[in-house]
C-alpha cells in the first residue's frame, strides 16, 4: 500500500534560516506529488505538485521541492524563512484511484 | 472564478441530531471528497464520489452519509451525531488525478 512519511511533526527555524520539511513514500509506480499548506482556521492550499515533468519544482511563496526518484523523496524547502510561513504543511501523493493518500502533516514555527 | 464553498462554517448540535454539512465546487470537477480533521489523526477521508449518482465509503465512513444528484453538490448527512464527530469537516474537488481543491472548511461541535 502506498504510504508517506513526514519527518518531524514540528519543525522550528529562525527568521531568514533555511527552510527544509521532508516527505518521503512509498509508491510501485511513478506518482504525482503535491505539497499543501494550511494556515490557521483555514483549508488547505496547493503549494507546489510534482506530475513527471521537471524534478525541481517551484511552487508559490518562493518554496520548491525536488523529486528524487532514488530516494523516493520529495522534501520542500525555501531559503529564507518569514514570519508568513509559520502554517503546517502536509504532502500528498496520488493513488490510482484519483485518491490523494496524506503524510501527518508538519508544523513550522518561524522564530524572531 | 472557480470556487469550492462550505455550509455552515460553524455548526453546534446535540447528539443524536441529524446534521448535514453542505459543499458546492464550481470547478466542474467530477471527483468530489470529504474529510475530516482531528489533532493527531491528520485528514482522513470520509466518503467520496466519482460522478453524478456515485458514492464510495472512505477510510472513517461509519455513522456518515452523502448523495450526489449532480455535478456541483456533496452533502454529508451524520445520522445521529456524536460526540467523536465534533472536528473540522473539509470538502475538496478535483479532475482525474491532478490537485485537490478545498473548501475553507466546517468546525463541527457535538455537545
Known amino acids: 500500500a502506498q504510504s508517506v512519511t513526514q519527518l518531524g511533526s514540528h519543525v522550528s527555524v529562525s527568521e531568514g534560516a533555511l527552510v527544509l520539511l521532508r516527505c518521503n513514500y512509498s509508491s510501485s509506480v511513478p506518482p504525482y506529488l503535491f505539497w499543501y499548506v494550511q494556515y490557521p482556521n483555514q483549508g488547505l492550499q496547493l503549494l507546489l505538485k510534482y506530475t513527471s515533468a521537471a524534478t525541481l519544482v517551484k511552487g508559490i511563496n518562493g518554496f520548491e521541492a525536488e523529486f528524487k526518484k532514488s530516494e523516493t523523496s520529495f522534501h520542500l524547502t525555501k531559503p529564507s524563512a518569514h514570519m508568513s510561513d509559520a502554517a503546517e504543511y502536509f504532502c500528498a501523493v496520488s493513488h490510482s484511484n484519483y485518491q490523494l493518500i496524506w503524510g501527518a502533516g508538519t508544523k513550522l514555527i518561524i522564530k524572531p | ?111
Open chain 2, 1 to 111: 472564478d472557480a470556487e469550492i464553498t462550505q455550509s455552515p462554517r460553524h455548526k453546534i448540535t446535540e447528539t443524536g441530531r441529524q446534521v448535514t454539512l453542505a459543499c458546492h465546487q464550481t470547478w466542474n470537477h467530477n471527483n468530489m471528497f470529504w474529510y475530516r480533521q482531528d489533532l493527531g489523526h491528520g485528514l482522513r477521508l470520509i466518503h467520496y464520489s466519482y460522478g453524478v449518482q456515485d458514492t464510495n465509503k472512505g477510510e472513517v465512513s461509519d455513522g456518515y452519509s452523502v448523495s450526489r444528484s449532480n455535478t456541483e453538490d456533496l452533502p454529508l448527512t451524520l445520522e445521529s451525531a456524536a460526540s467523536s464527530q465534533t472536528s473540522v469537516y473539509f470538502c475538496a474537488s478535483s479532475e482525474g488525478a491532478s490537485e485537490q481543491y478545498f473548501g475553507p472548511g466546517t468546525r463541527l461541535t457535538v455537545t
